[in-house]
């Protein structure tokens, strides 16, 4: 069984720095693409970016671009989430997911099969 377990949430102000982590256990980690939604509320989980399953590619939502960036390191079955400039905005529960399907691809909430259990920002003004 797939298991995604998010670390790292907490509080910040605007402008600031967080680093999110994500550790999956339960199968083949380093073949599939993981990724990273948010939630805040009241609003629609989103999607925030993901990353290929060899960590070379990486893609993200235009409100994240440039202020986040998405790593892996399949040796410890793990993926992170750096986020800097920070925006009162981002404020939201930030899940983990990955693919059961060897998509090259996942921006669509349906693609994705496996979800951690999140982990809050908020960032304050």
């Known amino acids: 069984q797939v298991q995604l377990v998010e670390s790292g949430g907490g509080l910040v102000q605007a402008g600031g720095s967080l680093r999110l982590s994500c550790t999956a256990s339960?199968?083949?980690?380093?073949?599939?693409?993981m990724g990273w939604f948010r939630q805040a509320p009241g609003k629609e989980r989103e999607f925030v970016g993901a990353i290929r399953w060899d960590g070379v590619s990486a893609y993200y939502a235009d409100s994240v671009k440039g202020r986040f960036t998405i790593s892996r390191d399949n040796a410890k079955n793990t993926m992170y989430l750096q986020m800097n400039s920070l925006k009162p905005d981002d404020t939201a529960v930030y899940y983990c997911?990955?693919?059961?399907?060897?998509?090259?691809?996942?921006?669509?909430?349906?693609?994705?099969?496996?979800w951690g259990q999140g982990t809050q920002v908020t960032v304050s003004s």
């Open positions: 339960g199968r083949a980690f380093n073949n599939y693409v």
């Open positions: 997911a990955t693919v059961r399907t060897p998509w090259t691809t996942a921006k669509l909430e349906g693609q994705y099969e496996y």
